[in-house]
C-alpha cells in the first residue's frame, strides 16, 4: 500500500478520505488508461440479470476522445451493454470544446468487478461521485470504522482485491464540507493540473508572482487554452463554495 498513513491523531468524530484506487478486470480503469478521457461515476443499481447499471459522465478536450472512450467501453471485454444517454451538443461541432465536452452513458457490467461492497465491508461508506482518470479510480468515502486499525484494513483491502490503494486526502467530516481540496475532485484532470500549478506559482496572491503568459508556456499551451481551463475550474470551485454555505 503506497502512501497510505493514519489519519491526523487531532482530527475528531468520522474522517473522509479519497482513496486513489488500482484493481483488476475494471473496465472504466482500463478505458481510461488507454484514452485521453476521464469518466465520473454517479448511481449503480442492480439488474435482474444479477449484473449492475451505472450511469456515468464522460469528459474529454475533445469530441473525438469522447468517441473513442464509448468504442473502447464497448468494446471492452468487461462490460454488458452501453448506451448514450445524451446526443452531442452544438458546441461539440465547433473547433474550441477545451475542457467542456461531455456525454452521459449507462453501462451494464459485472458487479464483482467493483470496489463498492469490499469497501463498505472494510468500514468506508461511499461518499460522492467516484472519478476515474488515467487508470486510477479516486473514491471519496467516510471511514466509520476505528482509526487505530485504518492501515490495517486498507492492507487487507488492498489483499482482498489485488487492489493498490493510495490515501491523498484525509479530513475531518464536520470540517470538510468547505474544505477546497475535496472540492478539487470536481474538476477535470487539465482543470486540476492548471489550477494548481497557478496556486504554487502564486497566481492568485497580491501582487500576482506569475502572469497567465508564463503559466501557459510552462504547460506548452496557448493562453486562451490556458485561460479556459483555468476559469472553468474556478466556476466549479466557487459553486460549489456557494451551495455549501449557508
Not at 33 to 57: L, Q, R, S, W
Not at 197 to 223: F, G, H, N, Q, V
Request: proline share 4%; glycine share 4%.
Amino acid at each position: 500500500m503506497s502512501n497510505a498513513s493514519a489519519p491526523n491523531s487531532e482530527l475528531t468524530g468520522p474522517t473522509r478520505l479519497t482513496l486513489k484506487v488500482w484493481h483488476p478486470d475494471c473496465w472504466t480503469l482500463e478505458v481510461t488508461e488507454n484514452v485521453d478521457a476521464g469518466v465520473t461515476a454517479h448511481t449503480v443499481y442492480n439488474t435482474p440479470e444479477d449484473t449492475v447499471k451505472g450511469h456515468f459522465t464522460v469528459y474529454a478536450d475533445r469530441v473525438e476522445d469522447i468517441d473513442d472512450f464509448v468504442r473502447a467501453t464497448e468494446r471492452s471485454r468487461l462490460t454488458d451493454s452501453v448506451s448514450e444517454l445524451s446526443p452531442r451538443h452544438e458546441f461539440d461541432n465547433g473547433a474550441s470544446n477545451v475542457g467542456n465536452t461531455t456525454r452521459e452513458m449507462m453501462v451494464e457490467y459485472d458487479p464483482e468487478n467493483s470496489m463498492t461492497d469490499s469497501l463498505l465491508s472494510h468500514g468506508f461508506v461511499h461518499d460522492a461521485p467516484v472519478r476515474v482518470d488515467d487508470g486510477w479510480e479516486y473514491w471519496p468515502v467516510i471511514d466509520t470504522d476505528d482509526r487505530a486499525d485504518l492501515r490495517e484494513r486498507l492492507d487487507s483491502l488492498e489483499a482482498a482485491n489485488q487492489a493498490e490503494i493510495i490515501v491523498t486526502k484525509v479530513t475531518s467530516v464536520a470540517g470538510a464540507k468547505n474544505h477546497v481540496s475535496h472540492q478539487l475532485d470536481k474538476l477535470s484532470n487539465r482543470q486540476r493540473e492548471v489550477f494548481e500549478l497557478a496556486c504554487r506559482r502564486d497566481y492568485y496572491t497580491w501582487p500576482r508572482e506569475t502572469t497567465t503568459r508564463e503559466l501557459a508556456d510552462e504547460l506548452d499551451i496557448s493562453k486562451t487554452t490556458l485561460l479556459e481551463h483555468l476559469r472553468k475550474a474556478e466556476a466549479k470551485l466557487l459553486n460549489q463554495y456557494a451551495e455549501s454555505t449557508p
